[in-house]
């Protein structure tokens, strides 16, 4: 069991706590929603290695934990300000530091909703129809929501 | 400017090999935990059901022995009336549809049983009055 848990999390519990990174805005909080996660994963093991597409599953997982901490949080009047997490850097040294502290300052000032369209098509390579399989909703909401945030993102870095 | 073009010259920040570990201590740790949860809840199911399990077995043992020695103690005689069932002499059976509108079949053969009484009771006093002379 442990042996198929560690291979889950070495092919995707980095690109998940990314994920949780984007929808949370707390590293440690990303982490402990990551470790619940891996736990709900071994109790629920079998359905997981039955799901079809494996990938968008555990994304699905990865969200509702990801709110389910978030309801916790307010419910224990806990959600404080927090620090804007340094979410992306560029891949080659022509972005410079402003830039790159630009563009997570842009997504932090996405609504979650569009952030997560955002990632998940951008940086992890979901396509539409997974996306919204992964957040259940209709495929056109999640191209709306993307082309709100592809706007809101140009008027940002362009001050 | 293309945004999503611009966008995918980022990627996410890499994650240290340490903060790896750490969380997959983390896991580590919860999965210990669920499988010696399990561990603890077989051992508990194991010495009830294994309790429980002998006594029922016990119990249902001496039931079926009871029910088996009833069983045979009746089946016994009834076996020989099945012989009348099977050619039933069909005045007696008249009488006794007379007498039982709604028979069934235990009621037939308590019937016919309480006939064959009476009948070696005739051939036991008949035997008794013989030996009188």
Redesign the interface.
């Known amino acids: 069991?442990?042996n198929e848990?560690?291979k889950i999390?070495e092919n995707y519990?980095?690109?998940l706590?990314?994920y949780l990174l984007f929808l949370l805005s707390n590293r440690a909080d990303a982490?402990?929603v990551?470790?619940n996660l891996?736990?709900k994963i071994?109790?629920h093991q079998k359905r997981i290695f039955r799901a079809r597409n494996l990938k968008s599953y555990l994304f699905a997982m990865a969200r509702n934990e990801a709110r389910d901490f978030i309801k916790a949080q307010i419910k224990k009047q806990k959600l404080e300000e927090k620090m804007a997490t340094?979410?992306?850097?560029?891949?080659?040294k022509t972005?410079s530091f402003e830039e790159?502290e630009k563009?997570n300052l842009a997504l932090s000032k996405l609504p979650v909703e569009q952030k997560e369209v955002?990632t998940l098509k951008?940086?992890q390579g979901f396509t539409f129809k997974e996306i919204s399989q992964i957040l259940k909703v209709s495929l056109d909401t999640c191209a709306s929501r993307y082309r709100y945030a592809?706007e809101k993102?140009?008027e940002e870095?362009k001050r | 400017?293309n945004?999503?073009e611009?966008?995918?010259?980022?990627?996410?920040?890499?994650?240290s090999p340490e903060?790896?570990r750490?969380?997959?201590q983390?896991?580590?740790r919860?999965?210990e935990g669920?499988?010696k949860e399990k561990i603890s809840l077989i051992d508990k199911l194991w010495n009830w059901k294994y309790a429980t399990s002998v006594a029922t077995v016990v119990l249902l043992l001496s039931i079926f022995n009871l029910h088996l020695q009833r069983y045979s103690q009746k089946m016994m005689p009834v076996a020989s009336y099945k012989e009348e069932i099977l050619d039933p002499d069909t005045e007696e059976l008249f009488a006794f549809l007379d007498e039982n509108p709604k028979p069934s079949l235990l009621s037939y053969l308590n019937y016919i049983r309480e006939k064959e009484k009476a009948k070696n009771f005739e051939d036991y006093i008949l035997k008794i009055e013989e030996l009188l002379g």
Not at chain 1, 86 to 92: M, N, T, V, Y
Request: glycine content about 2%.
């Open positions: 069991m442990k848990i560690r999390y519990g980095e690109l706590l990314h982490e402990d990551l470790a891996f736990f071994v109790r340094s979410l992306i850097e560029p891949k080659d972005i790159k563009v955002i951008i940086w592809i993102l140009k870095l | 400017m945004i999503e611009y966008l995918r010259r980022f990627q996410f920040e890499k994650i903060t790896r750490r969380i997959w983390k896991i580590e919860k999965i669920i499988e």
